[in-house]
């Protein structure tokens, strides 16, 4: 401890003109993120902190950096926003928390893809392409904050994904810069495949700097809620929408019932009790998916075209995903969530049957999206009911022997937080060529603890 921050003191010493953060309050607050929505990891995760936090401002400032803390052995945690649900920015060693939110420059879009630096929120990056036509391919609830680099390194899903899969799926990420974590850094471009091996490892086997993703052309947006009172009308409405191949769409979201009840600033559109199915449809759709709604005699309880969209600058987007989560806690705090991937073609029955069996202990949220290889199907975010510990296990073991797929979002060990519980060789291998020394985020990989 004492040569940590003896290493810290030097760093500071070296480096004067880095923008550096040593209000205690602020460093602790930049060393978590949204972890507290698992009462597993708060628990796990309290007291965690780092000794310093930088905000460095361009490559070179971010290469001296890196390369000072090599030579001192300091841990480096790299950190967007914050906007991530499993302890990502929370340095479990110490060390430095690297913020690269001032790293955040558009360096150049053209039809179909755009490149920007790391740290540029997404809101701001779509900012820049929606006048050429453009639109971002896959954005979380969090876009407002959420960062490019955060998105690659911590993210899975999101709005867009209906239509082009997980961010994954090829051709949404077209390639990354990356930079080595040794005493001389090196920057290396990697294309393709072989960039996503730095994908979804919550910025622990690489530091990224700039990222080239897919767009996709924009549409005018209708923003829609359909509510139901009953389930499996909900639920077939809901499929039929996101299946249907005439009907361009952004985003289809089905909450079962109480998860409606939990959303309190939608609670005029919101009927207590009801099922809804939350949507983005391009407006010249808009007649066709009113026939769907009246023919599963739903009600249309909630509609905004694209131009009041964009002049009240309140969307239905941060009520899906992971956004949905925060607005039930933000009513009851004994809630938790789970991570669930269906079986495509066999989704809306595993929804029906996981519901029932769950009743008045787990509630259904699911996202609508294309897996990586096209089929229509969903995954879930669904409300707890928290009371144990060992419940929570229990309830993930049940959903595996049902047959689903559980990322677990109650760990903070990243091979843990996989279904498959291990990590595919080229990626160790790619956390041996870009970080030697073990210095990101030491303990958030099984096979890199921390440091004694």
């Not at 707890?384 to 419940?391: D, G, H, L």
Request: glycine share 10%; charged share 20%; hydrophobic share 40%.
């Amino acid at each position: 401890m004492n040569a940590r921050l003896h290493a810290i003191e030097q760093l500071h010493i070296e480096l004067p003109d880095l923008d550096w953060i040593t209000d205690p309050n602020r460093i602790e607050r930049l060393s978590q993120d949204f972890s507290w929505f698992s009462p597993v990891l708060k628990r796990q995760l309290e007291g965690k902190v780092a000794d310093s936090v930088v905000r460095p401002r361009t490559e070179d400032e971010i290469r001296r950096l890196v390369a000072a803390c090599a030579r001192l052995k300091l841990p480096l945690t790299i950190r967007g926003s914050g906007t991530g649900n499993y302890g990502q920015t929370t340095p479990l060693a110490g060390g430095v928390v690297l913020d690269m939110t001032g790293y955040n420059g558009v360096l150049w879009t053209r039809p179909g893809v755009a490149r920007a630096q790391a740290g540029i929120r997404l809101n701001e990056l779509e900012k820049a392409t929606r006048p050429t036509g453009w639109e971002l391919r896959c954005v979380p609830s969090t876009f407002r904050s959420a960062t490019l680099g955060g998105l690659f390194g911590g993210g899975f899903g999101g709005v867009g994904s209906i239509n082009h899969g997980p961010l994954a799926a090829p051709g949404n990420v077209l390639g990354i810069k990356a930079m080595t974590i040794e005493p001389e850094p090196q920057i290396v471009e990697l294309r393709g495949a072989e960039a996503l091996r730095m994908h979804h490892l919550w910025g622990t086997n690489g530091l990224v700097l700039e990222i080239e993703v897919g767009l996709a052309p924009c549409q005018p947006w209708l923003e829609t809620l359909v509510t139901f009172s009953d389930f499996d009308q909900a639920i077939a409405f809901a499929d039929e929408l996101a299946r249907a191949p005439g009907l361009a769409k952004r985003e289809v979201a089905f909450f079962a019932s109480p998860v409606p009840d939990y959303l309190s600033q939608l609670a005029e559109h919101l009927p207590k009790g009801c099922h809804a199915v939350l949507s983005l449809v391009a407006e010249p759709g808009e007649e066709a998916m009113k026939e769907m709604v009246a023919a599963r005699g739903g009600t249309v309880s909630y509609r905004r075209t694209a131009d009041e969209v964009a002049r009240s600058h309140k969307t239905l987007m941060e009520f899906t995903w992971n956004h949905t989560t925060l607005h039930a806690l933000k009513v009851d705090k004994n809630l938790t969530y789970l991570q669930t991937s269906f079986t495509p073609g066999q989704h809306v029955q595993q929804i029906t049957e996981l519901t029932k069996r769950y009743a008045g202990e787990v509630f259904m949220h699911a996202e609508f999206l294309r897996t990586m290889d096209g089929q229509m199907s969903c995954s879930a975010l669904q409300l707890v009911r928290f009371t144990t510990e060992e419940r929570l296990a229990e309830i993930i073991h049940e959903h595996r022997e049902f047959g689903v797929r559980i990322n677990n979002p109650h760990t903070f060990i990243v091979e843990d937080g996989k279904a498959g519980g291990d990590l595919p060789e080229e990626v160790v291998a790619m956390k041996r060529r870009f970080d030697p020394l073990g210095l990101l985020n030491p303990g958030k990989l099984r096979h890199h603890p921390v440091a004694s």
